[in-house]
């Protein structure tokens, strides 16, 4: 199904690992002591907005969910009081199966993650759990965003075409599109409430999983791209 590209680019949350709950309730956690209300409105922002920064939410939070909240040190202790919640849950939450399967089957791509999430984070979560060598193009996240990463990485070379990007949020196709990249949907994980609508309209290539992309070449996924239905 990927025969023919040079750079796999994967988002984490969603794709790789079965963290986007954890990220959900890490989120509501921290803003829990603004109150139940505001701790609910940051819940429905980071899944309306999935795949942007926990640095952009937070800061949006503090200047328009909790107002007159902002105070000297209150981003950074947010932040803090996040990663504390989410770390453990990223080292228990499941790996997509297949991972070396697929890796096996292309060998000679470069592998590549560009996350919404902590870059200290996940590579240090991505060293702990052995997959770090899966990963040779190198595993990328915030505080820079993924149009940031995108530009830099095509930009000295890192990023060979055709690429393709996997994720499963509305702004990894956007960030796909932006930068010339194909794009899959990888569905069962993804927090996207209206992703049927959204994908069809689109005419978006989508499958449940990463190891969906091991099917045989006659398998056809649920919709195509104009851009994916070259290759599979």
Same mark, same amino acid.
């Given at each position: 199904?990927?025969? =023919?590209?040079?750079?796999?680019?994967?988002?984490? %949350?969603?794709?790789?690992?079965?963290?986007?709950?954890?990220?959900?309730?890490? !989120?509501?956690?921290?803003? +829990?002591?603004? *109150?139940?209300?505001?701790?609910?409105?940051?819940?429905?922002?980071?899944?309306?907005?999935?795949?942007?920064?926990?640095?952009?939410?937070?800061?949006?939070?503090?200047?328009?969910?909790?107002?007159?909240?902002?105070?000297?040190?209150?981003?950074?202790?947010?932040?803090?009081?996040?990663?504390?919640?989410?770390?453990?849950? +990223?080292?228990?939450?499941?790996?997509?199966?297949? +991972?070396?399967?697929? $890796?096996?089957?292309?060998?000679?791509?470069?592998?590549?993650?560009?996350?919404?999430?902590?870059?200290?984070?996940? $590579?240090?979560? !991505?060293?702990?759990? =052995?997959?770090?060598?899966?990963?040779?193009?190198?595993?990328?996240?915030?505080?820079?965003?993924?149009?940031?990463?995108?530009?830099?990485?095509?930009?000295?070379?890192?990023?060979?075409?055709?690429?393709?990007?996997? *994720?499963?949020?509305?702004?990894?196709?956007?960030?796909?599109?932006?930068?010339?990249?194909?794009?899959?949907?990888?569905?069962?994980?993804?927090?996207?409430?209206?992703?049927? @609508?959204?994908?069809?309209?689109?005419?978006? @290539?989508?499958?449940?999983?990463?190891?969906?992309?091991?099917?045989?070449? %006659?398998? @056809?996924?649920?919709?195509?791209?104009?851009?994916?239905?070259? @290759?599979?």
């Amino acid at each position: 199904m990927l025969e =023919g590209f040079l750079t796999l680019v994967f988002d984490c %949350d969603g794709v790789v690992l079965d963290s986007n709950k954890v990220k959900t309730e890490a !989120f509501r956690r921290a803003a +829990l002591p603004y *109150g139940e209300d505001a701790a609910q409105a940051i819940v429905e922002h980071h899944v309306a907005n999935g795949g942007i920064s926990r640095y952009r939410k937070f800061e949006y939070f503090l200047d328009n969910l909790a107002p007159g909240a902002r105070r000297d040190g209150e981003l950074d202790q947010l932040l803090a009081s996040y990663a504390s919640y989410v770390r453990e849950g +990223l080292m228990t939450c499941d790996i997509a199966s297949d +991972l070396y399967a697929l $890796r096996t089957a292309w060998p000679q791509s470069t592998w590549m993650i560009v996350s919404g999430g902590d870059q200290s984070e996940l $590579r240090e979560v !991505f060293a702990a759990r =052995g997959l770090t060598s899966l990963f040779n193009g190198g595993i990328f996240g915030s505080p820079d965003s993924k149009d940031d990463i995108l530009a830099r990485e095509i930009g000295r070379g890192a990023i060979a075409q055709p690429a393709m990007f996997l *994720g499963d949020s509305k702004y990894d196709h956007e960030v796909a599109l932006r930068f010339g990249l194909d794009f899959i949907f990888i569905s069962n994980w993804s927090e996207v409430s209206d992703a049927p @609508t959204w994908l069809e309209e689109h005419k978006i @290539t989508s499958l449940p999983s990463l190891k969906d992309l091991l099917c045989p070449a %006659d398998c @056809t996924p649920k919709a195509g791209s104009s851009a994916s239905e070259r @290759t599979l």
